[in-house]
């Protein structure tokens, strides 16, 4: 005579479990997505580490795209958020519009904000509110840019050497 252990002897139960391991982890799958879809941010601008951020002028060094994003579920044009992206940046309905942001361009730093609800990233995820300061186009907006940009393609408007 052969005894099975564990569930396989009662099917039933056995199907009820995966059914619940399987409802769990969509439910924590939802829940993760979410979280990372809509994240909000707390100013950091006195932050020691950052403050240093705050009022510097940066000159883009490569082209870039400005894109106006919409944070609307239904992807109206209202609200929407300003921020300057790398190439080859991204697509979907979401976006709303894309500017061309060419090297040369030039920022002023304004606050610098550390994400709030970023619990998955091993780094804090940071982001500076800029003025446009190559063009009124952006006037009266808020435009966001990863704090990474700023190192990795611009530079401070202080270290550039002089055009003739």
Same mark, same amino acid.
């Given at each position: 005579m052969?005894?099975?252990?564990?569930?396989t002897h009662r099917p039933e139960l056995y199907d009820y479990r995966v059914s619940m391991r399987n409802r769990f982890i969509?439910?924590?799958a939802t829940c993760l997505l @979410? *979280?990372?879809y809509m994240v909000s941010y707390e100013d950091a601008s006195n932050d020691p580490k950052y403050s240093m951020y705050v009022g510097t002028e940066y000159r883009t060094t490569s082209d870039m795209t400005v894109y106006r994003v919409s944070m609307d579920r239904n992807y109206g044009p209202s609200p929407s958020i300003y921020t300057i992206v790398q190439p080859p940046g991204f697509d979907g309905p979401e976006v709303i519009s894309r500017t061309r942001f060419? @090297? *040369?361009s030039t920022l002023k730093i304004l606050t610098i904000q550390r994400c709030k609800d970023c619990y998955l990233d091993t780094e804090p995820r940071m982001r500076a509110t800029v003025?446009?300061?190559s063009t009124t186009q952006f006037d009266d907006l808020q435009v966001h840019?990863?704090?990474g940009l700023l190192s990795s393609?611009?530079?401070?408007?202080?270290?550039?050497?002089?055009s003739h």
């Open positions: 052969t005894y099975v252990t564990g569930a969509a439910l924590l @979410a *979280g990372c060419p @090297a *040369g003025r446009v300061t840019a990863d704090l393609h611009m530079q401070t408007t202080e270290n550039l050497e002089p």
